[in-house]
């Protein structure tokens, strides 16, 4: 049974980073990344979909911008990322389980 409720085909997390916040900001990535405290190549991975939103860079993310009460939760972008790669493993052939016996 498919699931109605998922977007289809949702972007990488890290498009919302690079396309929109930060141009918003008028930051640079290696501006951002030393904001972060992350290595430029650590979030450049991430704005391509290179990389997963870690918790820990959600976390990141949060804090950075201002979350949970003027900006994106860490959950909201966990949430963003799970949506993401559920969607793009459902693309895949289901795994040959076996259902469970009680």
């Known amino acids: 049974m498919k699931d109605t409720t998922m977007m289809f085909n949702p972007p990488h997390p890290g498009e ?3 396309d929109d916040i930060l141009p918003e900001l008028g930051l640079s990535v290696t501006q951002a990344a ?3 405290g992350v290595s430029r190549v650590a979030l450049t991975r991430v704005l391509h979909g290179h990389a997963a939103v870690s918790i820990d860079m959600a ?9 949970p ?9 966990l949430r963003q990322q799970l949506q993401y ?6 693309q895949t052939p289901e795994p040959d389980v076996q259902p469970a016996i009680r």
């Open 34 to 36: 030393g904001q972060l």
């Open 16 to 18: 919302t980073l690079r």
């Open 85 to 90: 790669d559920l969607w793009h493993a459902r």
């Open 59 to 67: 976390r990141r993310l949060e804090k950075w911008l201002g979350g």
């Open 69 to 77: 009460k003027h900006g994106p939760s860490a959950d909201s972008w």
